[in-house]
């Protein structure tokens, strides 16, 4: 008997558009760790939860769109970033809300969201989320598809729906200054 080959994300895709609801599990089984990654990663934080399980129900509403122009995956890990983009919206919001409600009322504190740090373990890898949280959005997006996520360039560029030389030249500029910010937390904590 021949070994049984693992199916192709294309066609769990074929499948899923077909109403296969068992292929969909499979891709959202397939792709929870790199989703969950790109939205604590994006500053999901402790909501990255709650912003993957969004992504993956708007994927599934939306998977009769999907072309296969790009991988599967890349096309997904743009809904989560579309949707961690949501969140700091509505965070930015209620934020606001906040500052508001603590003129009102001198002693209210707003908390820090820490979940990052308590995700990723290790003093380098949250020295390298500090810096990276610093970054410009645009640029912590471009640093986290192509080095933490892996992407390649023609997948970042359809995770971000960005032309390919902004990919480049963003990705260029963006390392520049991490490299600044990572300098400038060595001597801090050097």
């Known amino acids: 008997m021949a070994p049984e080959v693992p199916l192709d994300d294309e066609e ?8 296969d609801l068992a292929a ?16 604590v990663l994006l500053g999901a934080g402790s909501d990255a939860e709650d912003v993957i399980q969004e992504a993956f129900v708007k994927g599934y509403r939306k998977l ?10 890349s096309w997904l890990l ?6 961690t983009r949501n969140l700091h919206r509505s965070r930015d919001r209620r934020h606001g809300l906040v500052l508001r409600a603590a003129r009102v009322a001198p002693g209210a504190e707003v908390g820090e969201d820490s979940a990052v740090g308590s ?10 989320v ?21 992407l390649s360039e023609d ?13 480049k030249s963003r990705t260029s500029r963006a390392l520049v ?3 600044a910010l990572l300098d400038v937390e060595a001597v801090r904590h050097g």
């Open 177 to 179: 200054k991490l490299r």
């Open 64 to 73: 009769s769109r999907y072309r296969g122009d790009s991988s599967f995956r």
């Open 78 to 83: 743009a809904i989560v970033a579309n949707e």
């Open 155 to 167: 997948e970042t560029v359809a995770m971000l729906g960005w032309p390919r030389g902004t990919v």
């Open 24 to 39: 969909y599990e499979s891709l959202v089984a397939r792709h929870t760790a790199s989703a969950y990654r790109t939205a």
């Open 119 to 128: 995700v990723l373990a290790g003093e380098r890898r949250a020295t390298l």
């Open 12 to 19: 769990f895709v074929s499948r899923a558009q077909a109403g």
């Open 130 to 150: 500090r810096a990276l949280r610093q970054l410009p959005d645009r640029d912590r997006e471009v640093i986290v598809c192509r080095y933490f996520l892996d």
